[in-house]
């Protein structure tokens, strides 16, 4: 059986990026980089990172030492098989594609290990940058170090684009067994804490009771939970909702 990560391995190499190249300068002046920040351009087609910024001020490391197998291997221990198994999924989804592939994205937030050991709370943010022929050739990286997040037992993911309600379906089938949680769901949870029913939350959010209740009830049986009062208690536990 696979390792969670296994594919996304297979896909990538542990090859930096060529700094002073031509594609590596025009993404320097073309790609803003926010603080806190570190960014990678990764190319399928060259297989190989084709520009990195920011590296060394968040995680240690030169932006001409980082390379892809780098920054997917040093996730926390208690991160890595989810983090392994949502890359896989979500790869393996963008690459099933052939339209408006550039609309593609994940998020996922959790921690990274710091080249000196440290842990350090990261939003990662892998979005499709180019294609050609309906193949995806390039992605790209943000990883943000962002020290208000309170990470606790439960990740947090979100997935966007065109069909991103059916990425977020396949995914929250398949990692259901680890302690996940979607945007989506994080969203109809919030408004069950302010008190709102499941009618009056899908009002708001314009889908249907039953849509609602598909987002909130698996959630029971995923956190181990016997009420929507246990639920909401163990949301602010694990720092779910602030």
């Not at 968040?58 to 780098?70: A, C, K, S, V, W």
Request: hydrophobic letters at 40%; one cysteine or more.
């Amino acid at each position: 059986m696979d390792t969670p990560g296994d594919y996304s391995k297979s896909m990538i190499t542990a090859t930096s990026a060529d700094l002073t190249s031509e594609q590596a300068l025009y993404y320097k002046k073309t790609i803003q980089r926010f603080p806190d920040e570190a960014i990678y351009v990764y190319s399928f087609k060259e297989n190989c990172m084709l520009y990195a910024d920011g590296w060394e001020a968040i995680l240690g490391y030169r932006d001409d030492e980082i390379n892809m197998l780098t920054i997917v291997t040093i996730t926390s221990p208690e991160y890595a098989p989810f983090s392994g198994e949502l890359n896989d999924k979500a790869l393996k989804f963008i690459l099933s594609k052939s339209k408006q592939l550039e609309l593609y994205s994940f998020m996922i937030e959790i921690k990274k290990i710091h080249k000196n050991g440290n842990p350090i709370p990261i939003i990662v943010k892998v979005g499709v940058l180019n294609s050609e022929n309906g193949q995806v050739t390039e992605i790209i990286g943000r990883n943000q170090i962002n020290h208000s997040i309170r990470l606790g037992n439960v990740m947090r993911y979100a997935a966007y684009g065109p069909d991103k309600s059916e990425l977020e379906e396949e995914l929250n089938k398949e990692l259901f067994r680890y302690y996940a949680i979607s945007d989506k769901e994080k969203e109809a949870l919030a408004l069950v804490a302010k008190g709102y029913a499941f009618k009056e939350i899908a009002y708001s959010l314009n889908v249907s009771q039953s849509a609602i209740e598909k987002r909130i009830l698996p959630m029971y049986k995923r956190f181990n939970v016997k009420s929507l009062a246990h639920l909401i208690t163990f949301a602010y536990e694990n720092h779910i909702l602030p």
